[in-house]
């Protein structure tokens, strides 16, 4: 992994992992199942279905619903959108197609806002689709999470 420089850090990338389940280390097996060095977002906000065995048999675990979890440190460049990886900060939430709950969202937000105060370069909040055509990741209106961000502030 290459060391990413805290002054180039000038992007947040919200992203999805379209699954209904996942936990650090199930994308971490995922991304390296793909032939990467790792879990390539450096935080991933859960939802209530950390496992498999959670999201099958239909029992949700309250307390992961919205967990900011650590992914790939920071201090490494990640690996979740091609070409804007050595400035920026990616993102992820557990689910798909815009099937968010509450927690992740307002977790979410919040994490934009610690991470704007923490590299004072972030001026963007930006969803994957916004960087690569073709994507539709997040699947969530970034004009209306950006400003959850902002009400926050």
């Not at 199930?26 to 959670?54: A, E, F, M, S």
Request: hydrophobic residues 35%; aromatic residues 10%.
């Amino acid at each position: 992994m290459r060391p990413l420089d805290p002054d180039n850090i000038d992007t947040i990338v919200i992203h999805i992992t379209v699954s209904d389940f996942g936990d650090v280390a199930t994308v971490n097996q995922w991304h390296k199942d793909r032939g990467w060095d790792g879990i390539g977002y450096h935080y991933l906000i859960l939802n209530c279905y950390p496992t498999r065995y959670r999201w099958e048999s239909k029992k949700p675990d309250p307390e992961a619903d919205g967990q900011i979890c650590a992914g790939r440190p920071v201090q490494y460049e990640g690996a979740h959108v091609k070409g804007h990886n050595r400035h920026s900060v990616g993102v992820a939430l557990i689910g798909r197609k815009g099937a968010f709950t509450a927690r992740q969202l307002y977790s979410a937000a919040k994490l934009c806002r610690e991470l704007k105060e923490r590299f004072p370069n972030i001026t963007k909040i930006v969803g994957h689709y916004e960087l690569f055509d073709g994507k539709t990741c997040p699947d969530l209106d970034m004009d209306w999470f950006r400003e959850l961000v902002i009400l926050g502030e």
